[in-house]
Nanobody, 119 residues
């Protein structure tokens, strides 16, 4: 079971980016999927979570600007980031709670994708 995050890059303040996180392998089911971010020297911060049923939660710092979604058929999660601010600059990681066909549980992490918000 693997997670692959993509979509990061350099964007000007006020701009937008869309991150993707694709899960692959012998996947039976995925429950919660989440985005975290981390700035060097700081702890990893939870940004957004989406359940298998589509319920969402956001960090206060991104409410109204970021939207998390998922395509269960594609085992993929997205993070639409609008009105980006310099303080959103970080490495973004995806996380997923995955059950494989052998009923083994994985708390999987993607490799991280870097987002830089700067003029």
């Amino acid at each position: 079971v693997q997670l692959q995050a993509s979509g990061g890059g350099l964007v000007q303040p006020g701009g937008s980016l869309r991150l993707s996180c694709a899960a692959s392998g012998s996947i039976f089911s995925i429950s919660d999927m989440s985005w975290y971010r981390q700035v060097p020297g700081n702890q990893r911060e939870l940004v957004a979570t989406i359940s298998s049923g589509g319920s969402t939660k956001y960090a206060d710092s991104v409410k109204g600007r970021f939207t998390v979604s998922r395509d269960n058929a594609k085992n993929t999660m997205y993070l639409q980031m609008n009105s980006l601010k310099p303080e959103d600059t970080a490495v973004y990681y995806c996380n997923a709670k995955i059950l494989d066909y052998s009923r083994r549980y994985y708390n999987s992490w993607g490799q991280g994708t870097e987002v830089t918000v700067s003029s």
